[in-house]
């Protein structure tokens, strides 16, 4: 009888949440959605834009890419008041300066247009969602799984970062450290941070190092894309290619070749592309009705899925992309 009850409670919860995205508006068609990269010669950021250009296609949205060669926060100032005047239906915008633009989105969101920061973003008051690419600790686990996988969960490992007093690695590597507490991680050991001071030279000088120190080195993480490549760099024509796994935060253009010749198997960073896609998707859902941008709403984002909106209008995009030999060759920035 408890189980039947269970049951049809279950069935219930399914109904109701069936009955709410049946109730959900759907996307509008024919929207106006103007996206603003911090410039438009960069590689990263045509590849983020791409991600746009792709989700206006399949919800039949008008997508218009526009930004100046420079990355200046005064750069972007006439394209957002261009969009005013063309009356666009929302400004997907990767801001040069938190606070430079505010006086401009302020504008903006005065004539009833829809604000949403990818990659970069603003103060909260200049924008309504915030799409970033990862969370701290999604970045910090991630690589640990990564390296414990290309070891065989098994052996010493080590962290080369950037600066000692470096913000974002020194929360990555403590999220590093709670991820290295699980069970499945008690045959590895983190037997050194090292620091390069994302300068190239320290960096190549630091994991020379490493494998020099620690002779039972199997694998080492470096969440810097200066480290990752300095670290190749001497890697490559080490005796230790191939038996130390290398991995960290790097860029497709100067992974590559490490990639291909075997030095670096596997790498992660974030996909650039589905912060465009996403951040398009979660625009036509604030013009649509669908989301107002409060916590703990929830919309469908196309091939990426569901996302909720969490604390001040972010959305975390979703775990750090991994780039190995198989798929390098997709990437160009």
């Known amino acids: 009888m408890k189980s039947r009850s269970l049951l049809l409670s279950a069935l219930a919860l399914g109904s109701v949440a069936t009955l709410a995205y049946a109730q959900t508006p ?24 791409s991600g746009g250009t792709e989700a206006g296609k399949e919800i039949e949205a008008n997508v218009k890419i526009v930004g100046p060669s420079d990355a200046g926060a005064s750069s972007q100032v006439s394209y957002i008041n261009t969009a005013i005047a063309q009356k666009q239906d929302a400004l997907v915008l990767a801001a040069n300066d938190a606070n430079a633009l505010l006086p401009y989105l302020a504008r903006a969101k005065a004539s009833g247009m829809k604000i949403v920061t990818m990659d970069s973003d603003t103060a909260v008051s200049g924008r309504t969602l915030f799409i970033n690419q990862a969370n701290s600790e999604g970045i910090g686990r991630a690589q640990v799984q990564l390296v414990g996988k290309l070891i ?56 020379q190092g490493l494998i020099q120190a620690y002779p039972n080195l199997k694998g080492v993480i470096s969440p810097t894309t200066v480290g990752i490549s300095a670290g190749a760099r001497y890697l490559s024509t080490s005796p230790q290619k191939g038996k130390v796994m290398l991995t960290g935060l790097g860029t497709p253009n100067q ?34 009705g669908q989301i107002t941008g409060k916590e703990g709403e929830k919309f469908k984002a196309g091939k990426l899925g569901e996302y909720t909106i ?19 060759d997709k990437f160009d920035f």
Not at 26 to 49: D, F, Q, R, S
Not at 153 to 181: C, F, H, R
Not at 262 to 276: I, K, R, Y
Not at 313 to 327: R, S
């Open 310 to 328: 969490g604390k001040n209008g972010e959305i975390i995009v979703g775990p750090p992309y991994t780039f190995d030999k198989a798929n390098i």
């Open 255 to 288: 992974m590559r070749a490490f990639v291909k010749d075997g030095t670096v198997t596997a790498f992660q960073l974030w996909n650039p592309a589905d912060v465009g896609y996403l951040a398009t998707y979660a625009a036509a859902a604030l013009v649509s």
């Open 26 to 49: 759907a996307l509008k068609k024919g929207l106006k959605i103007t996206l603003l990269p911090k410039n438009i010669n960069n590689p990263y950021n045509v590849i983020e834009t």
């Open 152 to 207: 065989g969960y098994k052996g010493d490992i080590a962290v080369l970062s950037a600066t000692p007093n470096a913000t974002n690695q020194n929360t990555w590597i403590k999220w590093m450290q709670e991820e290295l507490k699980l069970p499945k991680y008690k045959d590895m050991k983190l037997v050194k941070i090292a620091y390069g001071n994302d300068d190239d030279q320290k960096s190549f000088t630091e994991m």
